[in-house]
């Protein structure tokens, strides 16, 4: 049985005044502090932050994770947008200091700290989408994303703005990705710090987004069966789906919950590890590997654990991949191709997160902070694939 060590919490201080910032008086730093350094147990321990709640509650909780824009943030975000495509500037490579926010900037990035040190999760209403076309939309989302991070390549081709949409694929093709399809996609994680999502078009029927906090699940695994929780901290083949990193292997061996400096990380996708098992060489997955991913499952699919939402026309929504699960009912769409669900995708890699262990430079390229996460393959150049 591997024995996992306890480490110290090192806390950061920051310039930005947030609710969401640990101090020396948070009950789960004193916990960590009166555990002996060099103390060694077989779990970490349980999960005590404010990324570990229960949806019923932070639905009661809206002012924590919901921004409304007022006309003056929508007038800057507009000003900011129109300015930089006049430029005709290359929006691919856009960072903050090209995009100016100077009254919505700082709320952003007290939005980067709800994300880090908060519930792991914030929704911005009040986006006039019908005012734009596809290319000012995508400008002011990726302009208000580089307030809180640096946009990653979402796939092979280096799209560093994402389209979500059924185009037509299904999951049971293994070079699919399950966002490509109408499927229900399954409570999972994307491959950088935090998505960001920008509604276009919402669905005739469904797309309903879920969120559930990792953390509270494995409180109650930890509690309900360590047993499990245990397989669940060793790695796990989960398949690439043809997107294979030069000298990688088409999968990855990272586990689904990690304990790394004082952080408990997720990663989790259960069609891609079941999907990995196609290969020969990847580790089989046991009856209690497969018992322990459909408690994980069950779990997160406890509507007392989860939330969900339905992202109207200009809703966005950013997560923190670290700290939280997310997920998307299966749906029906229009039959006219101009109204089918369409969402803009953003992958953000962000400045002062937490600490990843190594294996995580498998899927993330580095694991140096605020410059990691994305899909990158021999050829990929970041590019923003407009459709119109």
């Known amino acids: 049985m591997p024995f996992l060590k306890i480490t110290r919490i090192v806390l950061k201080s920051f310039v930005i005044s947030s609710p969401w910032v640990a101090n020396e008086s948070s ?31 932070m639905e009661l909780r809206k002012a924590d994770w919901v921004i409304h824009l007022s006309e003056e943030d929508v007038m800057e975000l507009e000003a900011a947008a129109m300015q930089l495509l006049a430029s005709q500037s290359n929006i691919a490579s856009l960072q903050a200091d090209s995009f100016p ?48 991070g ?11 703005l994402g389209h979500v949409r059924d185009v037509g694929l299904k999951s049971s093709d293994p070079n699919a990705r399950i966002y490509q399809t109408k499927e229900r996609q399954t409570f999972h994680t994307d491959s950088a710090d935090a998505v960001g999502l920008l509604c276009i078009k919402k669905a005739k029927k469904g797309g ?11 409180n109650k695994m930890r509690h309900q069966r360590p047993d499990l929780l245990e397989l669940l901290l060793q790695p796990v083949a989960t398949d690439r789906r043809g997107e294979v990193p030069e000298g990688m292997l088409p999968y990855m061996l ?34 209690m590997h497969i018992e322990a991913l459909d408690m994980f499952d ?56 937490r600490p990843l262990p190594d294996v995580f430079a498998s899927r993330f390229g580095t694991t140096e902070i605020g410059n990691r996460g994305g899909i990158i393959v021999q050829g990929t150049t970041p590019i923003i694939p407009w459709t119109k």
């Open 27 to 57: 009950p789960y730093i004193e916990e960590a502090h009166k555990m002996d350094e060099n103390a060694f147990i077989t779990l970490p321990p349980e999960q005590h932050l404010p990324s570990t709640w229960y949806g019923p509650d």
């Open 101 to 148: 926010l100077p009254g919505l900037g700082p709320r952003l990035a007290i939005l980067r700290e709800t994300l880090i040190h908060g519930p792991g999760f914030s929704l911005i209403k009040g986006l006039p989408i019908g005012r734009y076309s596809e290319k000012e939309a995508g400008t002011i989302f990726y302009g208000l994303g580089s307030h809180i």
């Open 150 to 160: 640096s946009p990653r390549s979402q796939n092979a081709l280096g799209h560093t």
């Open 208 to 218: 309903t987004s879920l969120l559930v906090s990792a953390s509270t699940i494995f």
């Open 254 to 287: 990272i586990p689904v919950f990690s304990w790394y400096k004082g952080f408990l990380t997720i990663f989790y996708q259960r069609q891609y590890i079941e999907s990995a098992q196609r290969f020969d060489d990847a580790p089989r997955l046991t009856p």
């Open 298 to 353: 069950a779990l997160a699919n406890d509507p007392t654990l989860n939330i969900s939402m339905n992202l109207e026309p200009g809703d966005m929504q950013f997560v923190y991949n670290h700290a939280l699960l997310h997920d998307r009912t299966g749906f029906e769409d229009w039959d006219d191709p101009a109204e089918k669900r369409h969402l803009l995708r953003l992958w953000l890699s962000i400045p002062n997160d």
